[in-house]
């Protein structure tokens, strides 16, 4: 297992070769191959929502957005997040806005709920202060929908609006790092092995997709959860034993991403007037990797005690480097890459059974069926 770590991470480390050929493209903005797109999660996607929370998860100050067009926003990167370039593949004018600022007619073309610190459990990153967990992500889209009825005039019109938009899950590293791999704060460890907690969490997974799919959604994409035993934060709490990586944690979320992929089968077998897909955040090596490439697995910033910069105090100058913005979140071109691949999957790994640029295509309508 230590050396399928080191390999995954390696892996991850060596794909940003393609950097400087295609994936730090300009926004391309055009028609919008999706009338809107709505965005659930965590701190991956966050856009903003933790901003005004009584929390210690938010960051609305420099040096983060130090390489975004609007500067700090919340998001909790030195740029775009994963939700903002695939919002620019898609072809929409604008980043989504987040639930805590949206209003108007901008609603129509979707949202985001994310929280930084929240989790598929309601408990998760309580210990950090107030969140939004995916259970209120959906009590707060329930919200937008009535209000998109009042703008289109009806729920029908609403409800047939909102079957043609694209859906993103970005959730459940925080169920692992703020709860699981926290006993002193939470006691999920204690009373769950880490195969029954993957089933527990995938189970209640579920039934909150489930209730999406109830409220209209029918095109859907699963972020995996990415190889949190490999952040500076994991491998300088835990220590690695000689690895690259903490080796428990990447094993045991590794457990949940499988049963992720056959959560996708389930889901897509019930309800056949919807298709589920299950993406994969880690990057494979590109061929003609060349020799003397650097590309550093060390956070870009300093960190306050809770993993996150420090407030004005200037990042490292070599971005395009690193893997890492702070001990937690992965730096823009990181980002760029994962949406990139989950867009436009070039093996079969990448996303599951299709990838985000054919999922769009998918006519519910074609494939109606009592579900």
């Known amino acids: 297992m230590a050396g399928e770590t080191k390999s995954c991470c390696w892996n991850w480390a060596m794909a940003f070769v393609f950097i400087s050929v295609f994936n730090l493209q300009s926004p391309v903005w055009g028609k919008p191959a999706v009338p809107c797109y709505f965005v659930f999660g965590d ?76 989790g598929i459990r309601d408990e998760t990153g309580s210990h950090q202060g107030v969140c939004i967990s995916l259970n209120k992500q959906l009590k707060n889209h329930k919200v937008t929908i009535s209000r998109i009825a009042g703008f289109l005039g009806s729920y029908h019109s609403a409800h047939e609006h909102l079957k043609k938009c694209l859906y993103s899950f970005t959730i459940g590293s925080n169920d692992y790092i703020n709860n699981y791999f926290l006993p002193q704060f939470y006691n999920s460890s204690q ?137 937690f979140h992965p730096a823009e071109v990181a980002n760029i890459i994962a949406a990139n691949k989950a867009f436009h999957s070039e093996a079969p790994s990448d996303a599951y059974p299709t990838d985000i640029q054919r999922l769009v295509h998918f006519n519910p309508e074609a494939h109606s069926t009592r579900s």
């Not at 210690?56 to 067009?69: L, M, Q, S």
């Not at 952040?231 to 835990?238: G, H, K, L, M, R």
């Not at 077998?269 to 990797?289: C, E, M, R, W, Y």
């Not at 020799?291 to 306050?304: A, E, Y």
Request: charged share 15%; hydrophobic share 35%; proline share 6%.
């Open 191 to 327: 009373l769950y092995t880490p195969s029954a907690y993957a089933r527990i969490l995938s189970q209640q997974y579920s039934r909150q997709l489930k209730t999406l799919h109830r409220y209209g959604a029918r095109k859907v994409t699963l972020a995996g959860i990415g190889a949190i035993g490999c952040t500076p934060n994991a491998t300088s709490y835990y220590g690695t034993n000689g690895s690259l990586c903490v080796d428990k944690m990447n094993s045991a979320v590794q457990l949940f991403n499988k049963r992720l992929v056959t959560l996708v089968d389930q889901l897509n077998a019930k309800h056949q007037d919807s298709k589920f897909i299950a993406l994969n955040t880690l990057v494979q090596t590109p061929p003609g990797f060349p020799p003397g490439f650097n590309m550093s697995t060390l956070r870009c910033c300093d960190v306050n005690d809770f993993g996150l910069c420090i407030r004005a105090k200037s990042p490292c100058s070599q971005r395009a480097t690193r893997i890492f913005w702070d001990s």
């Open 43 to 118: 701190s991956l996607v966050d856009s903003g929502n933790n901003n005004n929370l009584a929390t210690d998860a938010k960051v609305n100050y420099w040096p983060y957005g130090i390489d975004f067009p609007k500067g700090p926003t919340g998001r909790f990167c030195n740029g775009r997040t994963i939700a903002d370039v695939t919002a620019e593949r898609l072809g929409f004018d604008d980043y989504i806005p987040p639930f805590a600022t949206a209003n108007g007619p901008e609603i129509i073309k979707g949202v985001n709920y994310a929280s930084g610190s929240a």
